[in-house]
T-cell receptor, first 115, second 113 residues
Framework: AQSVTQLDSQVPVFEEAPVELRCNYS??????LFWYVQYPNQGLQLLLK??????LVKGINGFEAEFNKSQTSFHLRKPSVHISDTAEYFC?????????????FGTGTRLLVSP | DGGITQSPKYLFRKEGQNVTLSCEQN?????MYWYRQDPGQGLRLIYY???????QKGDIAEGYSVSREKKESFPLTVTSAQKNPTAFYLC????????????FGPGTRLTVL
């Protein structure tokens, strides 16, 4: 079974500073990896996904993530954050062998951007 | 605009009552899902359906029931057997292809009084 660990429950950062949100996963097989963003009282929106190929994945809103198989990590980065990036971010994995897209989510990281 | 609608946005229920949460999608997606979100716990899968008239239990199905009579609709009933029903409920859908994006609705916040 897969599991996802997001060690940082909250990350405070100043506007225009860089940020990294950490995600580690546990799986005995290859997985698909996803980052979702959730604004207050809303649903989730896909930021980016890794299925195969290049380990550096670019997503929407200037975010990118790097897949590191040896460290089983998929950290999310943005070189310069905006106030509007304040939200909760979820890392998720799915098993390509499964008959459906069962997403296993981490517990989330709340990004707090202040002026 | 294509998307997923969930209603109502906020729902209050007395203990011992069943309540049904609506989820409708016009994306022509085959697969639909229900998740429960609690603070600090991420999202957990309650039920999923890959095709009309078929659905499967997820990780936390106890106290919940679903139906899938139409492709675009996947209502969730929270029964009185659910011991701790206060939570944020999210409906999602996708094309049934593991490589495609799973789209989420705006959620329903259920509070049991």
């Amino acid at each position: 079974a897969q599991s996802v660990t997001q060690l940082d429950s909250q990350v405070p950062v100043f506007e225009e500073a860089p940020v990294e949100l950490r995600c580690n996963y546990s799986s005995s097989v290859s997985v698909y990896l996803f980052w979702y963003v959730q604004y207050p009282n809303q649903g989730l929106q896909l930021l980016l996904k890794y299925l195969s190929g290049s380990t550096l994945v670019k997503g929407i809103n200037g975010f990118e993530a790097e897949f590191n198989k040896s460290q089983t990590s998929f950290h999310l980065r943005k070189p310069s954050v905006h106030i509007s990036d304040t939200a909760e971010y979820f890392c998720a994995v799915s098993d390509p062998r499964a008959g459906f897209q069962k997403l296993v989510f981490g517990t989330g990281t709340r990004l707090l951007v202040s002026p | 605009d294509g998307g997923i609608t969930q209603s109502p946005k906020y729902l209050f229920r007395k203990e011992g009552q069943n309540v049904t949460l609506s989820c409708e999608q016009n994306l022509n997606h085959d697969a639909m899902y229900w998740y429960r979100q609690d603070p600090g716990q991420g999202l957990r899968l309650i039920y999923y359906s890959q095709i009309v008239n078929d659905f499967q239990k997820g990780d936390i199905a106890e106290g919940y029931s679903v139906s899938r009579e139409k492709k675009e609709s996947f209502p969730l009933t929270v029964t009185s057997a659910q011991k701790n029903p206060t939570a944020f409920y999210l409906c999602a859908s996708d094309q049934g292809n593991l490589r495609n994006e799973q789209f989420f609705g705006p959620g329903t916040r259920l509070t049991v009084l």
